[in-house]
């Protein structure tokens, strides 16, 4: 059975075992996370749809770990000007292993 989340400002399709990094959420590992916001659950010719949300339908995940992702790096670069700036980021996200999906 696959489902489709919003969380973070994103939206993930998801199926049981699957695991995916997400933007930071609050929890240690080994915890476990339920998301109420479900856009989609089905599988084949059965599909739900909600309009935007499903009611009563939750997925749960269990919290495997939290960390950051590679640096990236942004340089602005004026020409001809003896301008030039350099910054870096590193974004925190929490990675998750899909447990169950319930309607």
Do not use: C
């Given at each position: 059975?696959?489902?489709?989340?919003k969380?973070?400002?994103?939206?993930?399709?998801?199926?049981?075992?699957?695991?995916?990094?997400?933007?930071?959420?609050?929890?240690?590992?080994?915890?476990?996370?339920?998301?109420?916001?479900?856009?989609?659950?089905?599988?084949g010719?059965?599909?739900?749809?909600?309009?935007?949300?499903?009611?009563?339908?939750?997925?749960?995940?269990?919290?495997?770990?939290?960390g950051?992702?590679?640096?990236?790096?942004?340089?602005?670069?004026?020409?001809?000007?003896?301008?030039?700036?350099?910054?870096?980021?590193?974004?925190?996200?929490?990675?998750?292993?899909?447990?169950?999906?319930?309607?």
């Amino acid at each position: 059975m696959d489902a489709v989340i919003k969380t973070g400002g994103k939206q993930y399709r998801v199926k049981e075992g699957l695991r995916l990094k997400v933007e930071k959420l609050s929890g240690e590992p080994g915890e476990t996370v339920e998301f109420d916001q479900v856009l989609m659950v089905g599988s084949g010719s059965d599909v739900k749809v909600g309009s935007p949300f499903l009611d009563g339908a939750k997925v749960t995940a269990t919290v495997t770990s939290q960390g950051r992702h590679k640096k990236i790096k942004i340089i602005k670069f004026k020409r001809r000007k003896h301008h030039m700036k350099q910054m870096g980021h590193r974004q925190a996200y929490t990675e998750l292993e899909i447990t169950g999906i319930s309607v």
